[in-house]
Each structure stands twice: as structure tokens, then as C-alpha cells.
Nanobody, 115 residues
Framework: QVLLVESGGGLVQAGGSLRLSCAAS????????MGWYRQAPGKQRELVAT???????NYPDSVKGRFTISRDNAKNTVYLQMNSLKPEDTGVYYC?????????WGQGTQVTVAS
């Protein structure tokens, strides 16, 4: 069963914007810290943003001020708004749901930023 489904990736010019979506099952979404991670070729997967059920957010310095994570509880969907994109933002972006001893990943969506 597919529990997390990402969409919204694509090709964008440097300085442009993209909005990623992650649709989750209702039961997972209600109890989970939701997150976005990315992985570039030859690199480790890295944290992009997290959002807790009580609306606390966390961003690394590399994206702080440019990316925003949010959720729509009615749609069981988490979003990642990416502005002022840079070539180094290129990679496969993965949605994540984590709660207690559980950890679920989506299939990933490709984001390519052209210089």
C-alpha cells in the first residue's frame, strides 16, 4: 500500500519557485511529524524541513528563508513551497512521516534547478 505520494517536482530556472505536495493517509497524517528530505546524486539524504502536529517547524540553514513547509489537515496533505531556487537545490525530494517507532517514506519527486 502506498502511504505517501509526492507530486509537483519539475524543471525550473534559478530564482524560480516550485510547490511540492505530499498526500498522506489520514491515520498517519494525524499522528506524524511530516518532513521533506532531498538527495542529490552521490550525496546522503538530507533534511529540508519538518512540521510537527502542533505546528513547530525546522529548517536547515541551506533553505531557511526560502522554503516553507505547511499542511492542510482537511486534505491530509503537506506542502513544501520553494522560492528563490538555486542549482544546489537539485535532487529527489522525499516526503516523510514519523511517529514514535514508525517511519514512512514516499517515492520521491525530482526537482531540477537550471543555472
Amino acid at each position: 500500500q502506498v502511504l505517501l505520494v509526492e507530486s509537483g517536482g519539475g524543471l525550473v530556472q534559478a530564482g524560480g519557485s516550485l510547490r511540492l505536495s505530499c498526500a498522506a493517509s489520514a491515520t498517519i497524517f494525524s499522528v506524524s511529524t511530516m518532513g521533506w528530505y532531498r538527495q542529490a546524486p552521490g550525496k546522503q539524504r538530507e533534511l529540508v524541513a519538518t512540521l510537527t502536529t502542533d505546528s513547530r517547524t525546522n529548517y536547515p540553514d541551506s533553505v531557511k528563508g526560502r522554503f516553507t513547509i505547511s499542511r492542510d489537515n482537511a486534505k491530509n496533505t503537506v506542502y513544501l513551497q520553494m522560492n528563490s531556487l538555486k542549482p544546489e537545490d537539485t535532487g529527489v525530494y522525499y516526503c516523510n512521516a514519523a511517529w514514535y517507532g514508525h517511519n514512512v517514506w514516499g517515492q520521491g519527486t525530482q526537482v531540477t534547478v537550471a543555472s
